[in-house]
């Protein structure tokens, strides 16, 4: 009996310690357990009717009449703004706008402050004044046709075309309402048509609305037959002054090699704005482009 003892005091330590020593182990695996939240839901969305997003479109439309913007500009990849602005990295400028088609649009360097790029239009024309190229451009803002010179393709219509998105005419406009998804974002998209000819229906525009707010997210615009003319993006809506309105809009022209983000610093909505404001004046030693000449003269050549 004397050695039977020991053996089970031995035996029960033995448990005791393996006990222990699983115990401690298992401690030591939880505390080192990793617990992953999980993935963030997506924004509820919101439900809207064809007319809803009409008349949500048509009364922010309405409600703007001039705008005189604070902004930085910056080019993006393979943005015809490159051969302008590339060697530059803290670009600002002004857009003034003023409906139903003036706008003017200026760049300029930093520090001093000097301009490298003032455009202006009225609606039916255009000027462009580059001063480090000693050029001054002007044509039609139907002018459509790409220029051997990249720089050419500026025009200031294709900025205020992303700015002012028009109102909707159910009366006379024909269009289209749809669902889509997008990067894993939700959208409305209304597509208005051009009138209908011989050769069918083309889309004229088409706005995206984000399901989450029901702002604007997107605005394509398109040419004859359908030709995909312009992209504009818009976030980071902020309210300046009682006006919803995006400070982050992304512009590419892909039929014109040309793209630009805008950065809206400071805006003020419907204040008036002086006539004077929108006239460009050739600078005395410019080199005048008129580009309707060009073209004639390419053609000419060609022939």
């Not at 033995?14 to 699983?22: F, P, Q, Y």
């Not at 393979?78 to 600002?92: A, L, R, T």
């Not at 009682?242 to 003020?268: H, N």
Request: glycine share 6%; net charge neutral; charged share 25%.
């Amino acid at each position: 009996m004397r050695n039977v003892l020991p053996a089970i005091l031995v035996k029960t330590w033995a448990s005791l310690l393996l006990a222990a020593a699983i115990v401690t182990t298992s401690g030591c695996a939880v505390r080192r357990t990793t617990t992953v939240a999980p993935a963030q839901a997506p924004a509820p969305s919101m439900e809207a009717s064809a007319n809803d997003l009409v008349g949500r479109l048509n009364a922010w439309a309405d409600k703007i009449h001039t705008f005189t913007a604070t902004v930085d500009f910056e080019p993006t990849a393979g943005s015809v703004y490159s051969g302008v602005i590339k060697e530059y990295h803290d670009v600002k400028g002004f857009i003034l706008v003023k409906k139903p088609a003036f706008v003017r649009v200026i760049g300029q360097a930093p520090v001093i402050r000097t301009n490298i790029f003032d455009m202006v239009s009225n609606g039916e024309t255009f000027r462009l004044n580059l001063p480090p190229k000693h050029k001054f451009i002007v044509g039609p803002t139907t002018f459509t046709r790409p220029a051997k010179n990249a720089l050419e393709n500026l025009r200031p219509q294709h900025i205020l075309d992303a700015l002012l998105i028009p109102p909707i005419d159910p009366a006379r406009e024909k269009f289209s309402y749809e669902q889509a998804e997008e990067g894993g974002r939700r959208f409305y998209v209304l597509t208005v048509f051009q009138a209908e000819g011989a050769d069918g229906m083309f889309p004229l525009r088409k706005v995206w609305f984000d399901r989450t707010n029901l702002d604007v997210a997107r605005l394509q615009i398109y040419g004859p037959q359908g030709a995909y003319l312009e992209d504009a993006q818009y976030s980071d809506y902020q309210d300046f002054q009682g006006t919803r309105f995006p400070a982050a809009i992304r512009i590419t022209r892909p039929i014109d090699d040309y793209g630009l983000a805008i950065t809206i610093q400071k805006a003020v909505f419907n204040q008036e704005i002086a006539p004077e404001k929108f006239e460009l004046k050739k600078p005395d030693g410019a080199e005048l482009v008129e580009l309707s000449a060009v073209a004639q003269a390419e053609d000419e050549h060609g022939k």
